[in-house]
């Protein structure tokens, strides 16, 4: 993969979690909690349980590992934060709240040409995740997708996009790895 098809994959992934999130937040805000099939709720009501009762057997500890969060690495980071980390989160960069109006939903076309356009603004921290990808982990990543939709490597409109987006929000293991992927990559 090179630089240009990664840095579209890296704006459609947090494109299609930022967003997905977004409608979710949404349907939450008016969906009908009695209007809920038995199994959605009883799903529902799983994922809450799981999320309470977290304790340390059950947690997974690997998305810690390597952090030293008391030691001189830490420290260091905190003293003097990377040029590559300077500049705005992808949320950030594109400032939907100031066109849309808060809590009003915006389109996906907008959305997603508010994300190229921001492009140049995350150029650091593309850079950053280019820099630390494992490519081989991306590319077993991206091989593991369903056939079918545009790629996710090359420029799409938000019609190209809407299947990804309805695979993402179905969480199709996949996507959802692959998205998570990519999001790990992001400094903080």
């Not at 997905?20 to 038995?38: K, S, W």
């Not at 300077?86 to 389109?107: H, K, R």
């Not at 997603?112 to 921290?125: E, I, K, Y």
């Not at 077993?140 to 990804?164: K, Q, V």
Request: aromatic share 8%; hydrophobic share 50%.
């Amino acid at each position: 993969m090179d630089r240009d098809a990664f840095e579209h994959l890296y704006l459609h992934a947090h494109t299609l979690a930022e967003f997905g999130f977004m409608r979710a937040m949404a349907g939450l805000a008016t969906t009908d909690i009695a209007a809920l099939a038995p199994a959605q709720l009883a799903a529902n009501e799983a994922d809450a349980q799981q999320m309470l009762n977290l304790d340390a057997a059950s947690f997974d500890w690997s998305a810690l590992e390597g952090v030293d969060a008391f030691g001189a690495e830490a420290v260091a980071l905190d003293a003097a934060p990377a040029a590559s980390y300077d500049g705005p989160t992808f949320t950030e960069a594109l400032a939907i709240d100031d066109e849309v109006g808060g809590d009003a939903l915006p389109e996906l076309a907008n959305y997603l040409a508010r994300a190229h356009a921001a492009r140049t603004l995350l150029a650091g921290r593309i850079a950053h995740s280019w820099a630390t990808v494992d490519r081989q982990v991306l590319d077993d990543a991206l091989a593991a997708l369903p056939a079918g939709p545009s790629a996710l490597t090359g420029p799409l409109s938000a019609d190209e996009l809407a299947p990804w987006l309805a695979l993402y929000e179905q969480r199709h293991p996949a996507l959802e790895a692959l998205v998570q992927q990519i999001r790990r990559l992001e400094p903080f």
